[in-house]
């Protein structure tokens, strides 16, 4: 027989079994979205060339990757560096790697000395991501900032195809399928023999110099289609020569003198204006309003810059 106590606590207990029950299908339902969300979204690989697009190269080196990895997701990062400019794509992968999560991988073919006796290699960086690459100093930046913790020099035929490979189409035959093994899961280690990462091949890479007089800097590239001046000046080092927004700068740039506002944004001038600023990097620039400094000063990387400190 059921007491009315009985009652009343089985009454009083339901609406805990039912938070139990909510919580757990809750926990169920967060289960299946982070699977969900793990299978929308597979491994990565950036890919950056300066093949340019007029033929089927990166095309080519996507279907070696797509055919030992179909699932595997290819984020182009550029192919329109500089054509053989080392520097431009060491700059752009510094630029990239932070807004990529740990573990992807980087295949770069910026390979002005293809087929000679320089290495193809992996690399794995301290932050957990991968670089596949000819070792010819494209890994300088990154090392500085996120360190490497080892490399390996590529010879495992395995992890490579064709029997007769190129001699000049390493992005196909060896960067891209070793990027696709690595991506998939592969033991890295595997491509081949491990190197000392004091053996890489580093590009000489000149500071910016800062002294009582002011600072003397570089216009290391121009800013894509658009001719502004990148330099290897940082932000924090031209604000030690005293300027604020809104003065004019005296900058001598390629032997040319001249005095530039520095503002915070193009618009901040007139069209056709000159303008200095602070990029999207951190660093200092030069910059036309709507129009190509590079072009209508007739600067080309690389030149020296100087500005003065402000009086």
Request: proline residues 5%; aromatic residues 8%; charged residues 20%.
């Amino acid at each position: 027989m059921i007491t009315s106590s009985q009652l009343t606590n089985d009454h009083r207990t339901r609406p805990a079994r039912l938070l139990v029950l909510l919580a757990l299908a809750l926990a169920l339902a967060l289960s299946a979205l982070a699977g969900a969300q793990t299978a929308k979204y597979p491994q990565t690989i950036v890919f950056m060339t300066d093949f340019g697009v007029v033929d089927d190269s990166v095309a080519i080196c996507r279907g070696v990757m797509y055919s030992i990895m179909p699932d595997v997701r290819i984020v182009d990062l550029s192919h329109q560096v500089t054509p053989f400019s080392i520097r431009d794509g060491a700059r752009f992968l510094y630029g990239a790697t932070p807004y990529f999560p740990v573990g992807t991988v980087f295949v770069v073919v910026i390979d002005p000395t293809v087929g000679s006796t320089r290495k193809a290699i992996v690399a794995k960086s301290k932050r957990g991501q991968y670089f596949v690459l000819p070792d010819n100093g494209l890994l300088t930046l990154v090392e500085q900032r996120d360190g490497i913790e080892g490399v390996h020099e590529i010879t495992n035929t395995d992890w490579m195809i064709g029997t007769k490979m190129s001699s000049t189409f390493h992005g196909r035959d060896i960067f891209s399928p070793v990027g696709a093994h690595v991506a998939r899961g592969e033991d890295w280690t595997k491509v081949g023999p491990e190197m000392a990462v004091a053996s890489l091949v580093r590009l000489e890479l000149k500071a910016a110099r800062l002294d009582d007089r002011g600072v003397t800097a570089e216009v290391i590239a121009t800013d894509g289609p658009f001719g502004n001046l990148v330099t290897d000046l940082d932000a924090e080092d031209f604000l030690k020569l005293g300027y604020q927004r809104g003065q004019e700068v005296p900058v001598r740039v390629g032997g040319k003198g001249m005095k530039i506002k520095f503002v915070r944004t193009f618009s901040d001038v007139q069209v056709g204006q000159p303008l200095l600023y602070i990029d999207s990097r951190g660093h200092f620039a030069l910059a036309v309003n709507q129009g190509s400094f590079s072009a209508v000063y007739g600067v080309k990387p690389p030149v020296e810059l100087f500005i003065p400190r402000a009086k």
